[in-house]
């Protein structure tokens, strides 16, 4: 599954810096002035799961593929983007085209880093994007409106439902309120899929903090945590700096001694990586054999035919059973034969919901 996180925020926040360590590969330019980032960059971005280690170590298969997710570094939108304001419309067109948002806040003061907006304010700042995010939303909702407006006139009863929900989305925006805040239906989060509304997207924060707050946190990163928390949505606290500079340590045991300088326990960037993976719904199953041990990205809730898809649509349409071990069970075994002569091995049919951490075999018939 191609799915894409975008990486938004004011310009000069970190938001590129922050790409290049997600990415480990320094091909996005940080630098100091406004609209340093012009084309988006993107990067495939492992997600880090101790699991496919260990099923690697149990198997010893002769390569291991972990899932993946895609980030995407957006230049900074700035006040007055929706209107066109600094290249606004092509860098909320790239917003458009994510999943999911990664909002970089600044949380720190440096009077050496350019900042247009004033005295650092992290929810300020945060308002500035969602006022700008919700206004395009706005002019989408209302060109809609218009053409919706025209079928139902022909008594067409698809438009005329189309038309309330177009209606509640205009008040919840006009209300200075996101899309993701307003509690729909799922029938109605159909009907206005197709406009891929920018403030629908899930989003999660990252409080840029300076070096000395990345374990605390400051009171910038406080107030961002507040309000966060008011919607419903998380804040990872970190500094993209040293992020970058770890990411750039190839070196197992450097890496390791990198952190424990910083008194870290893991990359802050695992945190992040891991949250993406999760605020998209999503979950990882996988096949091991000793030719392969590889992670596969599902939506929860799938069931085995679906699942099978990702891995090949014929595993779909030809779908008969499907082989499957919890993943604790492959582990404290050490084998797929010895879970099999432990009975720890299932037939699965089509209504089988995959679970996270399943370890499978598909048996198919095209």
Known sequence: MALKVGIVGLPNVGKSTLFNAV???????ASNYRFCTIEPNIGQVEVPDTRIDKLAELVQPERVMPTTIEFVDIAGLV??????????????????EVDAITHVIRCFEDENVLREEGEINPVGDKEIIDTELQLKDLESVEKRIERASKVAKNGDAQAKELIEVLNKCKSHLEAGLS????????EENELISDLF????????????????????????????????????????VMNNTIEAQISELEDADDKQMFLEEYKLEEPGLNRLIRKAYSLLNLITYFTAGVQEVRAWTILRGWKAPKSASVIHTDFEKGFIKAEVIAYDDFVELGSELACKEAGKLRIEGKEYTVSDGDVMHFRFNV
């Open 179 to 186: 899309i993701r805040t307003l509690d729909l239906e799922d």
């Open 23 to 29: 990415s480990q590969q320094a091909i996005a330019q």
């Open 197 to 236: 509304l920018l403030t629908q997207k899930p989003v999660i924060y990252v409080a840029n903090v300076d070096e000395a707050s990345m374990l605390s946190g400051n009171k910038f990163s406080e107030a961002l945590k507040t309000m966060a928390a008011e919607e419903g949505n998380e804040v990872i």
């Open 79 to 96: 006040k007055g983007a929706s209107k066109g304001e600094g290249l606004g419309n092509k860098f909320l067109a790239n917003i458009r």
